[in-house]
């Protein structure tokens, strides 16, 4: 839930407010999408969802609590237990391989699961990388790289996953593979929020949310 | 899963090898400051043992007189031939026997320049005149026979003992003892051969080394034949030079009193002697000053070592925040991802401390290799203490942490969403 959340950027000593007073809630389980031109504040809102980036006003809280009050580590804690970020540009680690990265966030949490490795090759076989397990991001294709980061964003188990143009950059019969995955990750109960461009996979969503300058312009209940 | 260390360790290593030339050649610096810390090390503490040993040789316990040309006088300059006339006398001798109650025993030592011959063989060694207390005040030994006697002494018996060096020219195959060499013009039975003087494997292939070529004949015996003075024409000088005594080797009886006999002798000499025609060795004192220089070079050392690793660490330093700006973008998806500070902290300190801990060991590898390289080719002794490369090689792995805490902050420090969002 977000309560008259500002993010402000500061830039030699002009101001710019990327979110203003912006105040709403995700519930649990639900599936929006964000959509809105670019510069209109999508990306920061994500990230302040994600618990990378604090609001510069206002308040974000996590199951009723404040994350403000958090420190750093207990954040970092948060994004590695309950969060699965899918960034817009894979954002891989490249001296690692396929598995490892899917493994990363594991290596943060404070008593990480013992199943891991298991854990991760199950999910490289769902997104369908099962026979490249071994691969650094550099041998895999676009379409493969974004899997792979959608395989680490799962691997926590998180109660909920943010994209940000999780599609963009893929053909059609990936993007669509990729948005079946979330269908179904929706069904697994699981709470999703995703940026997109595209009017078509906007519309995928449970509910649609528009963005303009920072603030709300329209809020749409699909299906 | 195993988020232990080791693989931290392991994933650091990975990291570093991505870029193989720049790790090897940071972790250069730091290889050659601990291998040359190494080296010094050991060739300071090798220089240093050889010059206690050779003080020791004197006798720690003596103070030794020793006569010495007094510097020329411009007045006699263009004198074609001229009689020098300097050193310890016999009087000096006397003096000191009655006067110094702690001494324990006093040998007066008389080299005489006389070739040594042995059939066809022809060495010019010192010949000494020395009396039999002169093996038991410096603590010489014998290779095989025994030492001059006091019936030598009293019978004036044609007797010497050879050095191991005259025993070794003179005799290759045969057994000296027994045998009869010639000294000037006089027959001298052999009746021992003295053990080297130095540590054997120091001489090895320098042959000009012979600390050991010395002739030993009774006292008397060489006041009789050869004379009360020695003259001895020096080469290059037309001088002929006459010295009575060349050494008085003072045995004290302990070693407070080393440093007052020093003193009483110094100044009953300068009493007598006109001239600056002697010298007191006192090898306690110059035992404290090798220790001195001991000390002074081991600042000069620890000064040289801070500096090279100091510059090593900074090359280390220098590499890593290049990394940490290269490497912005996976610090940022790293923390993203759930990351803490100190999961950063930790990864970066990491790869510098396997960077200085992999300079510091090939450095050790080297360091000891070189005094070996040393000994072999310079021939000089080298002394590698346990403590070395112990100290070497932890300096150079806490050389890593602590140019590494830096840039491994640096990286912590970073904003998430700046970090993500750099190219
Ligand atoms: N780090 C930053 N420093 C300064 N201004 C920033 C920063 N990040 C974002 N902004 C500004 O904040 C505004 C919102 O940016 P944001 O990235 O949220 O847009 P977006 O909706 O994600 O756009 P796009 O669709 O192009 O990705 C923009 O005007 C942008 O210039
Ligand atoms: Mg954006």
Redesign the pocket.
């Given at each position: 839930m977000l309560d008259g959340v500002s993010r402000v950027?500061n830039?030699g000593g002009q101001s710019?407010r990327?979110l203003d007073r912006f105040s709403f809630e995700f519930r649990r389980g639900e599936y929006w999408s964000i959509m809105?031109s670019?510069?209109?504040?999508?990306?920061?809102?994500l990230n302040i969802l994600g618990c990378i980036d604090r609001p510069t006003e206002g308040r974000y809280l996590v199951r009723g609590e404040d994350t403000g009050r958090l420190d750093d580590d207990a954040l970092s804690e948060l994004r590695s237990r309950h969060l699965g970020f899918i960034f817009q540009s894979y954002n891989l680690i490249a001296q690692l391989d396929v598995l490892e990265n899917i493994t990363v966030p594991l290596l943060y949490q404070d008593d990480p699961p013992k199943d891991g490795w298991e854990r991760a090759k199950h999910l490289a076989e769902r997104v369908g990388l099962g026979s490249r397990l071994h691969h650094r991001p550099r041998e895999l294709s676009g379409g493969q790289q974004q899997r792979v980061a959608i395989a680490r964003a799962l691997i926590n188990d998180p109660a909920m996953i943010l994209a940000d143009e999780a599609t963009g950059n893929l053909d059609s019969k990936t993007a669509e593979e990729i948005l079946a995955l979330f269908d179904e990750l929706h069904g697994e109960g699981k709470t999703i929020v995703i940026?997109t461009?595209e009017p078509d996979v906007g519309e995928r969503a449970q509910h649609l949310l528009r963005?303009k300058d920072g603030c709300i312009e329209e809020v749409r209940h699909q299906r | 899963m195993d988020s232990g260390l080791l693989r931290v360790v392991r994933l650091g290593v990975r990291s570093l090898l991505l870029h193989r030339l720049r790790s090897a050649l940071t972790t250069l610096g730091v290889l050659f400051g601990t291998s040359s810390v190494i080296a010094m090390l050991a060739i300071g503490e090798g220089a240093s043992e050889e010059a206690q040993e050779q003080i020791r040789l004197l006798g720690s316990q003596n103070v030794i007189l020793r006569s010495v040309k007094p510097p020329d006088d411009p007045n006699q300059g263009n004198q074609r031939m001229r009689v020098v006339v300097y050193g310890l006398t016999n009087d000096d001798l006397l003096r000191i026997q009655e006067t110094f109650p702690a001494v324990k025993e006093i040998v007066p030592l008389k080299e005489v320049s006389q070739e040594v011959r042995y059939l066809d063989r022809v060495l010019t060694p010192r010949v000494i005149a020395a009396p039999p207390d002169y093996q038991r005040t410096t603590g010489r030994m014998l290779l095989s026979g025994r030492f001059l006697s006091e019936s030598d002494e009293r019978q004036i018996a044609s007797v010497a003992v050879v050095g191991y060096e005259v025993a070794r020219h003179l005799f290759p195959l045969e057994d000296p003892l027994g045998k009869n060499v010639r000294v000037g013009g006089d027959y001298f039975t052999v009746v021992g051969v003295l053990a080297p003087r130095v540590r054997q494997s120091s001489d090895r292939g320098r042959p000009g080394a012979d600390t050991t070529s010395e002739v030993f004949v009774p006292f008397e015996t060489a006041r009789k034949r050869f004379g009360d003075l020695s003259v001895r024409m020096r080469a290059g000088s037309q001088d002929i030079e006459q010295i009575e005594l060349h050494e008085i080797i003072l045995a004290v009886d302990s070693p407070e009193n080393v440093e007052f006999v020093a003193s009483a002798s110094r100044e009953m000499l300068g009493r007598f002697h006109e001239q600056q025609d002697y010298e007191v060795v006192v090898p306690l004192e110059l035992l404290a000053q090798a220790a001195e220089t001991k000390r002074i070079f081991n600042i000069v050392l620890g000064s040289i070592a801070g500096i090279s690793l100091l510059v090593g660490g900074i090359g280390i330093m220098n590499v890593m925040l290049a990394t940490v700006t290269e490497r912005t973008r996976e610090i940022g998806i790293r923390r993203a991802l759930g990351a803490k500070r100190r999961h950063i902290v930790t990864q970066f300190l990491v790869e510098t401390v396997v960077l200085s801990v992999g300079g510091g060991a090939m450095g050790v590898v080297l360091g000891l290799f070189i005094p070996m390289v040393v000994e072999r080719y310079a021939d000089m002794r080298t002394v590698v203490t346990p403590l070395a490369p112990t100290l070497a090689f932890s300096i150079s792995a806490l050389t890593g942490v602590v140019f590494g805490l830096y840039p491994a902050w640096r990286a912590a420090r970073m904003d998430p969403?700046?970090a993500l969002?750099h190219e």
């Open positions: 950027y830039m710019l990327a809105g670019s510069g209109s504040g999508k990306s920061t809102l940026v461009h963005l | 969403v700046e969002r």
